[in-house]
């Protein structure tokens, strides 16, 4: 692994990408950039990446035909060349598999997944929360193994999601059209005490 001198890093707009960049390269942290500002998490360990397997093995057979689920995909905030999101899951045109980009219009989402580490705070799953629906990303599932909950926003207006229903482990979750599927959260696994990411 390479070694950046991360204190010689100068985040400043314009070169937020290129910092980031450096940062996932020498660290192995996953970065992403909200708002203007650099957000770092940790490599997911087993109980969120149990989360995200689960709910991507019921989306794949259910989805329909020119769509496909991603990781590790990256999301763009139109208009600021700085902005971007990297979700646990995306639905997104299956032409992605042979596009040169390596950010996707937020406008092509289909549906964005957000599992929520057991560190983050509420303001910083509100702030994230709303950068989704400024970029104009129309569904957006959250699920929080902390508590075992989850959160399906649509209708982005005005910088803030309209529509907001919210339920625990156990109860489906209604994805609007075009997924004619209800997903199951019975078998979602919760954190337990002193859990990480």
Known sequence: MSVVPLLRLRPRPGNLREVAEKIEDATGLRVQILGGSLVMSPTPRGKHAGVIRRLRAQLEPAIPSGLAVYEVSSVAMPDDADDYATPDLIVLPDAWDDDDNWLADPADAGLVVEVISQSEKARDISQKNDWYAV??????????PRHGTWALHTAPRDGRYQDTKRGKNGEEVPLPAPFALDLATDELPVYGPGGGR
Do not use: N, S
């Open 135 to 144: 970029a104009g990303v129309g569904v957006l599932l959250v699920v929080d």
